[in-house]
């Protein structure tokens, strides 16, 4: 059983900063090797935003790089993963969701929302 608690989204102006926090944990069972963040916007697909790896390797879609920062504190079946977002935009507005790879399972948060207005 793999368990993610996200937190940390809201409401900000263009340009502002929001921190989304996820909190993972896990029973025995496997190891999480990766934790990633996503997003989705109404009527899109969900994209990876960042990603981080259990050696620490972090990927970043090109739309963000830049202005997002992806951390950890913690590893494998416990951690917390931080997503600072700054200097964000309009288009950032979407639901973010944080998810974690055991094996060949991927687990998933139940979203929260990112919301950046004019």
């Known amino acids: 059983q793999v368990q993610l608690l996200e937190s940390g989204g809201g409401s900000v102006p263009a340009g502002g900063s929001l921190r989304l926090s996820c909190e993972i944990s896990?029973?025995?069972?496997?190891?999480?090797?990766?934790v990633g963040w996503y997003r989705q916007a109404p009527g899109k697909q969900r994209d990876l935003v960042a990603g981080?790896?259990?050696?620490?390797?972090?990927?970043?879609s090109d739309s963000v790089k830049g202005r997002f920062t992806i951390t950890r504190d913690g590893l494998y079946n416990s951690q917390t993963v931080w997503l600072q977002m700054n200097n964000l935009k309009i288009d950032d507005t979407a639901t973010y969701y944080c998810?974690?790879?055991?094996?060949?399972?991927?687990?998933w948060g139940q979203g929260t929302q990112v919301t950046v207005h004019s």
């Open positions: 998810e974690a790879e055991r094996g060949f399972t991927d687990y």
């Open positions: 896990a029973n025995i069972g496997g190891v999480i090797t990766a």
């Open positions: 981080i790896a259990t050696d620490g390797n972090v990927k970043y």
